[in-house]
């Protein structure tokens, strides 16, 4: 049982901060979706209570993004007892609300519905902030609360909760800031100051078309159309694989430059401004085709990135022309600012990428975690057997997933996972569970799924096989097999000492997922004999599969 303090003085709720990043989420009021709800679903099934719900506290209201046995969407703080759970550390479990002194007066408690019992886990932000609580609610008093599995299996899904809080607010970003790059298409970009820096932009063509058309207008440099040549001013990207040799005429698509004959310069970071390109001998060869574009004069100016060329803006103009001082630099300026931009832009490209990933690694999760309960909850004797069923088989899952984030990518390595899936058997550092293989690489597919695969193994090993006597092991070889096509991993799980195995009648969940764990996920076959000496698993898989984390 969590301890909790007794005072009976309801927390304040009016902190700024809190607010603030409860405000950020824009949740409040919004429609029931699915992921929320089976949240409430799961924690409901996982501590067998006729009630679950996710409770988001504002400063005068508790509001339910979703409900599981609870009518009301929403009720003033006077009957809230999640409101409590804002400060504890930990899980705030209340086993009779009738005597504690927080609540015994609580409309809820002395009134309809009745409610009697209550456990919640504080939904914390990244800042420690409580927003609310994930919280199972009894009509009945339990003095024994909840069980230690149950408790966990609690504080996971709330952290699962918060991610989904995240997720969510991220792709509004993202939508949102779609429409508006859309809408700054169609419309006329704002002006810029001057020689100082490129209001920030949404997209490298926004940059170039923006730069193209401050320098343009600053240095009177025409705007008028060249034929083959979009504009007066371009900047044109460099492909990191392409070198120019002296004489290409051609750097991007329709523009006609020197860059063969100036890439050293260029290369260097230095700005080649010519004041006339028939008269300039660097341009021998190109002046006439110039020309014929109407080209006079131009800045050539390196768009630079690690220390490297990546790209030049030119500057046009029609008629011959010194360029001054003052013009070269802000010429320079505008090119500086343009690849800070691009770096920027790099990055937000990433970012966008990683919160994709997290989506979908996101809506995986949660599909695994969907199917194990749908089909824990039918091949279950009683709701009880579901519950210990269930969470045990969450725990395993939360392990693997404990072991992936650990590290600073998702993936791990084979002996970790099942070093993670057997710790739940206490006498594994006895020598009962003996493991041997060279280090292999999972990915994050696998690692999941091998964890439950390897979950079931053992808890069969307990009920029924080696681990259920004191005298059997069970050994975990692993092998990497280089013959054939492609590389293959080969893991045997071996039982050896137990009571004399008798093949199973039929098959249930456990037997179901154990054989199709990985081959449902990756390239992989498993195969279950049952000796009378000890029951074997075979499991092989796609090395290169067994290692992926797309």
Request: net charge neutral; glycine share 6%.
């Amino acid at each position: 049982m969590v301890p909790v303090s007794h005072t009976s003085v309801r927390p304040d709720t009016s902190d700024p901060a809190r607010l603030d990043e409860l405000d950020a989420l824009d949740i409040l009021d919004t429609v029931p979706e699915e992921s929320f709800d089976d949240a409430a679903q799961i924690a409901r099934l996982v501590c067998q209570t006729p009630v679950a719900l996710i409770s988001l506290v504002a400063a005068d209201r508790q509001w339910f993004k979703a409900r599981v046995g609870f009518q009301a969407s929403e009720t003033d703080l006077s009957r809230s007892v999640c409101v409590y759970a804002l400060h504890e550390p930990d899980l705030l479990i209340i086993p009779d609300l009738a005597a504690d002194p927080r609540t015994r007066s609580n409309p809820l408690v002395t009134g309809e519905p009745h409610i009697r019992f209550y456990a919640g886990a504080p939904l914390r932000t990244e800042r420690g902030r409580a927003l609310g609580s994930l919280c199972v609610i009894d009509h009945q008093p339990r003095p024994d609360g909840l069980s230690d599995e149950q408790q966990d299996a609690l504080r996971r899904l709330s952290r699962q909760i918060m991610i989904l809080l995240r997720e969510r607010r991220q792709m509004a970003k993202m939508q949102v800031a779609e429409v508006l790059a859309k809408a700054a298409a169609t419309r006329r970009m704002a002006l810029i100051e001057l020689g100082d820096h490129l209001r920030d932009l949404s997209t490298i063509p926004e940059m170039t078309a923006k730069a193209a058309e401050i320098v343009g207008r600053t240095l009177n440099a025409s705007r008028a159309g060249y034929g083959e040549v979009d504009g007066a001013c371009q900047i044109i990207t460099i492909p990191r694989d392409w070198t120019a040799p002296d004489g290409t005429s051609v750097v991007g698509r329709h523009h006609f430059s020197t860059y063969g004959t100036f890439g050293p310069a260029l290369e260097r970071g230095e700005t080649l401004a010519i004041p006339d390109v028939t008269a300039d001998s660097r341009t021998a060869g190109h002046a006439e085709r110039f020309v014929a574009l109407n080209i006079r004069a131009q800045v050539n100016v390196p768009v630079r990135e690690a220390g490297r060329t990546v790209g030049v803006l030119f500057v046009h103009s029609p008629q011959v022309r010194t360029w001054a001082p003052e013009e070269i630099a802000f010429a320079r300026n505008v090119a500086d600012r343009v690849q800070v931009g691009i770096g920027r832009l790099r990055a937000e490209e990433q970012q966008v990428l990683l919160n994709r990933e997290l989506s979908h690694r996101m809506k995986n999760t949660l599909a695994m975690v969907q199917a194990i309960a749908a089909q824990t909850i039918r091949t279950a004797p009683d709701l009880t057997s579901a519950g210990t069923a269930l969470s045990a088989r969450l725990i395993a899952m939360g392990r693997a997933h404990d072991i992936l984030l650990s590290g600073t990518s998702e993936h791990t390595n084979l002996e970790a996972v099942v070093r993670a899936a057997l710790a739940i058997h206490d006498d594994a550092q006895l020598g009962r569970l003996r493991l041997r293989g060279p280090l292999v690489r999972v990915g994050s597919k696998a690692a999941l799924s091998l964890a439950l695969v390897l979950h079931e193994l053992a808890t069969n090993a307990s009920k029924y096989g080696a681990l259920s006597t004191s005298e059997g092991h069970v050994s975990v070889d692993w092998v990497i097999e280089a013959k054939g096509a492609e590389p293959s991993v080969q893991i045997r799980w071996i039982e050896q000492g137990g009571p004399r195995v008798v093949p199973p009648k039929q098959r249930g969940f456990g037997s179901r997922l154990i054989e199709r764990g990985l081959s449902g996920i990756i390239s992989a076959s498993v195969r279950l004999a049952y000796p009378p000496e000890g029951a074997i698993c075979e499991l092989t898989a796609n090395l290169a599969d067994f290692q992926s984390d797309e």
